[in-house]
């Protein structure tokens, strides 16, 4: 699936657009219950989210100004104490955000938990009394035709339903380590980002997060993180903290081929080979070694490296789990510690502002936490691209997310504050280092 085909669903519309408002939907029943009585059994749960983002544009002078924008996007209640959880991208680089409910009440709403590798968000609203909530399904039993229903808030419109099947699972969109999507024919548009996917029983099966599309629009094919995902980073949240964290492996992972599982005298290509441990994480703490393969986790088995990810970023930090291995025909069973990759040194995130190849670059130091929530293998230090803001300079020049800025007219960067005084500094030519992937590039650019 090409990545430039998959559109995120939050929507953007002018201020003036009008409040929420229902759109009738009466679909044909089923047995003893009808599409209308799940509705009204799930409907006082989700919310439409009205979020105000500030960007920066750019004059023809060369000045920066601010500008306010008007983004629609949804969410649902799963703690009658006011826990909404919504899609991260949806809230990202909000200055404001409105939680506005079935019966049009509305009011504003807080950040609580952000997870740094799934695209989840957590808040929170105290509206006095208690909300209605949805209930968890366990995603993991869910199979190719269940029949689910998506709610959410298409194009700004109100809260809207659509019908479908479970189409699809264990979906890679590569928009995180850990993805094992849920695929579903239920239209989704955009504005549905952060919408609830239930089954028959009104439990939440997964968020509704992404479209394939070739026209921006809904062509059948949707996307949504699975439920069981949600549900741990709900937990993380809970225990305080802006970011919501995930056990950290510590070693990198191959999927295996039929040659690897031939080489390895394994019957079929199913697992994950360990390439490379940390010296300093929880995988050398277990014992795993270099050449090891991973069939299962707690019980559960794996069919490749991403499963791997997945089945570990469902479990709260904190215990244990149990890695089954295959080593040279035998196999082991080694307790793996569920603790967060170290954040050591400290990200310092920062935007460069001054007029440089970085301009609207937000840059973070390296550490193997940020590592992991930008899906970069093999970089132990450095300075890196976290993200590159839309018209920004740095778009414009072709500096994307995941570079490491190695250095910049001949100094070079270790810190993000390094960069930020290079940066500051004018000059008519610059000469810029950088990694990206496997490659360094070297480039001058006019000032």
Known sequence: MHRALLSLLLFVVPAATRATEYVEVAPPSWGTEGYADIVDQVLPAVVSLSVIKVSAAQSNQGNMTARRQRFFGSGFVIDPKGIIVTNRHVIQGAVEITAVFADNSHTEARLVGVSNIADIAVLTVNVGHPLPALEFANSGRARIGNEVMAIGNPYGLGISVSAGIVSGLNRDLSQSPFDEDIQ???????????????????????????????????????????????????????????????????ATLQSLTKDIADNLGIDRPTGALVVTVAGDGPSFDAGLKRGDVITAVDGQSVEDAESVGFRLGVKPLGGAATLSVLRNGRTLSLPLKLAAAPENPPRDALTIRSRSPFQGAEVMNMSP??????????????????????????ADVGV??????????????????????ACAERARLWDLTIKRGAQTIRTQLGG
């Open 400 to 421: 994307q997310k995941g570079d490491v800025v190695v250095a910049v007219n001949g100094q070079k960067i270790g810190t993000t504050r390094d960069l930020e005084k």
């Open 369 to 394: 936490a940020v590592a992991e929530e930008l899906s970069l293998e093999g970089v132990a230090e450095g300075v890196v691209v976290a993200s590159v803001g839309d018209g920004s300079t740095a």
């Open 184 to 250: 579903t024919d239920a239209v989704i548009n955009p504005g549905n980002s952060g919408g609830a996917l239930v089954d028959l029983d009104g439990k939440l099966v997964g968020i509704n997060s992404a479209i394939y599309s070739r026209s921006g629009g809904s062509m059948g094919i949707g996307f949504a993180i699975p439920v069981n995902m949600v549900k741990s980073v709900i937990a993380a949240a809970r225990q305080g903290g802006a970011t919501v964290r995930r056990p950290w492996l510590g």
